[in-house]
């Protein structure tokens, strides 16, 4: 059963830095369509980086500079190292994938979800 499993979050005063792990399991073929989501209280869930086809990462303009995604294909593991955090970071931090196992058509995983909070 194919799974995303992240870790990493937790309180951070402003101004500090995390770093996110997902790490992909199960029997998997393809992954493709990696990104990084956050969802605030009582706000939308929204992107926050994602990996291009054309092997870039596409950031919002909220975390340019500052958060940098990146990952490691051999561990089926993407992360996100999240520099100078701000209170407005403080957010549930979910990882996702397109991923195709060893039969059947593509689907989109979710992570669990990680908590980040940063204090002022």
């Known amino acids: 059963q194919v799974q995303l499993v992240e870790s990493g979050g937790g309180l951070v005063q402003a101004g500090g830095s995390l770093r996110l792990s997902c790490a992909a399991s199960?029997?998997?073929?393809?992954?493709?369509?990696q990104g990084w989501y956050r969802q605030a209280p009582g706000k939308q869930r929204e992107l926050v980086a994602t990996f291009t086809s054309g092997g870039s990462t596409d950031y919002a303009d909220s975390v340019k500079g500052r958060f940098t995604a990146s990952r490691d294909h051999a561990k089926n593991t993407v992360y996100l190292q999240m520099n100078s955090l701000q209170p407005e970071d403080t957010a549930v931090y979910y990882c996702?994938?397109?991923?195709?196992?060893?039969?059947?058509?593509?689907?989109?995983?979710w992570g669990q979800g990680t908590q980040v909070t940063v204090s002022s």
């Open positions: 199960g029997s998997i073929s393809s992954i493709n369509a």
């Open positions: 996702a994938a397109t991923i195709r196992g060893p039969s059947g058509p593509s689907r989109r995983y």
